[in-house]
């Protein structure tokens, strides 16, 4: 129901853009955001994007990643920039529904795409 694409391997201090299509079977998205989790840690937000939106993102990536989202199409879209190999890990799409602001009733996961740095 949630679809990423764009992960892959890229060169510390390269770029990648993911996205996120939910399908028409999720209905009141109120938030989307990307959440990753890298080896032997634990999953974390990266960024979250409200339908009016106002964006939370994790200190570590502010000023070099930026989410956006076309509401019209449910799709949200991650453009990383200046790559760091600390940046490896699978990112994950989520959707909250049914609520307001960041805040939300139920979520629904993507299954993860691949993000390595590494030259």
């Known amino acids: 129901q949630l679809q990423a694409s764009g992960g892959g391997l890229v060169q510390p201090g390269g770029s990648l853009r993911l996205s996120c299509a939910a399908s028409?079977?999720?209905?009141?998205?109120?938030?989307m955001g990307w959440y990753r989790q890298a080896p032997g840690e634990q999953r974390e937000l990266v960024a979250a994007?409200?339908?009016?939106?106002?964006?939370m993102s994790a200190d570590s990536v502010k000023g070099r990643f930026t989410i956006s989202r076309d509401n019209a199409k449910n799709t949200v879209y991650l453009t990383m920039n200046s790559l760091k190999p600390e940046d490896t890990a699978v990112y994950y799409c989520?959707?909250?529904?049914?609520?307001?602001?960041?805040?939300?009733?139920?979520?629904?996961w993507g299954l993860g795409t691949l993000v390595t740095v590494s030259s």
């Open positions: 989520n959707a909250g529904v049914d609520g307001l602001g960041f805040l939300y009733k139920n979520e629904y």
């Open positions: 028409g079977s999720i209905f009141s998205i109120n938030v």
């Open positions: 994007m409200t339908n009016g939106g106002d964006i």
